[in-house]
């Protein structure tokens, strides 16, 4: 009983930014962490980044010091900021939540497409 709804996407030149945000609704107090998945043209979808309930991170190798992933909590709110884009970051990005009630279940925002092209 959770609701994700992603925003943001978009389309910007190599070199360029830009801030996604997923806002939750629902059993918010069950969720044990948030995160973002992305799925490109031909390839399996693969881990961004995470944010546990206690704060703690996990980035891809491959946007490691390039995004930033935060929350709000009053909003209810995560953001991934994205800067200096690739033509390697264009894809469907995709909400995710983990709860722990039930435990193991997850939840999936509908994706929200990022493309970086000159």
């Known amino acids: 009983q959770v609701q994700l709804v992603e925003s943001g996407g978009g389309s910007v030149q190599p070199g360029g930014s830009l801030r996604l945000s997923c806002a939750a609704s629902?059993?918010?107090?069950?969720?044990?962490?948030m995160g973002w998945y992305r799925q490109a043209p031909g390839k399996q979808r693969e881990l961004v980044a995470a944010i546990t309930s206690g704060g703690s991170t996990n980035y891809a190798d491959s946007v490691k010091g390039r995004f930033t992933i935060s929350r709000d909590n009053a909003k209810n709110t995560v953001y991934l900021q994205m800067n200096s884009l690739k033509p390697e970051d264009t894809a469907v990005y995709y909400c995710?939540?983990?709860?722990?009630?039930?435990?193991?279940?997850?939840?999936w925002g509908k994706g929200t497409l990022v493309t970086v092209s000159s």
């Open positions: 995710n939540a983990d709860m722990r009630r039930p435990y193991g279940m997850d939840y």
């Open positions: 629902g059993s918010i107090f069950s969720i044990n962490a």
